[in-house]
């Protein structure tokens, strides 16, 4: 299998702004700094998008999880690890490309290199 980098870029923004519509009930987006969970929850709805049958079962659970935290931020049940005066929006920031406000000038995508869309490991190097 090869890993289509378009598409595996439109699934992340897409997921990312699905994301942001339920966290941007609690939390002004884009986050300045975005927190591992976030990733994880986006990697796995994007991981999702990307089957172009149905999914496995796995998937599929990893997922509704994910919507689930969604839901959960959302209601303000679960809150983000967010340093102090972390929830600002990035100055210029818009809904394509987010910064990660730690001064280097990385992408949110730039952000999520190195996280797996396999809840139990990172892509291995020769799937990168």
Same mark, same amino acid.
């Given at each position: 299998?090869?890993? =289509?980098?378009?598409?595996?870029?439109? @699934?992340?923004k897409?997921?990312? !702004?699905?994301?942001?519509?339920? *966290?941007? =009930? +609690?939390?002004?987006?884009?986050?300045? /700094?975005?927190?591992?969970?976030?990733?994880?929850? *986006?990697? @796995?709805?994007?991981?999702? $998008?990307?089957?172009?049958?149905?999914?496995?079962?796995?998937?599929?659970?990893? $997922?509704?999880? $994910? %919507?689930?935290?969604?839901?959960?931020?959302? $209601?303000? +049940?679960?809150?983000?690890?967010?340093? @102090?005066?972390? &929830?600002?929006p990035?100055?210029?920031? =818009?809904? &394509? /490309?987010?910064?990660?406000?730690?001064?280097?000038?990385?992408?949110?995508?730039?952000?999520? !290199?190195?996280?797996?869309? =396999?809840?139990?490991?990172?892509?291995p190097?020769? +799937? %990168?």
């Amino acid at each position: 299998r090869v890993i =289509n980098g378009p598409k595996l870029e439109e @699934a992340i923004k897409d997921q990312t !702004d699905i994301a942001d519509a339920y *966290i941007g =009930n +609690r939390y002004d987006t884009p986050l300045a /700094s975005v927190p591992r969970v976030v990733k994880s929850i *986006i990697a @796995a709805l994007a991981r999702e $998008a990307l089957h172009k049958t149905k999914p496995t079962p796995e998937v599929t659970a990893a $997922a509704d999880r $994910a %919507r689930v935290q969604l839901r959960d931020i959302s $209601a303000g +049940r679960m809150g983000l690890p967010i340093e @102090a005066g972390g &929830t600002t929006p990035v100055i210029g920031g =818009n809904r &394509t /490309s987010r910064t990660s406000g730690d001064g280097t000038g990385s992408t949110f995508k730039e952000q999520l !290199d190195g996280y797996s869309i =396999n809840p139990g490991g990172f892509i291995p190097a020769w +799937r %990168r």
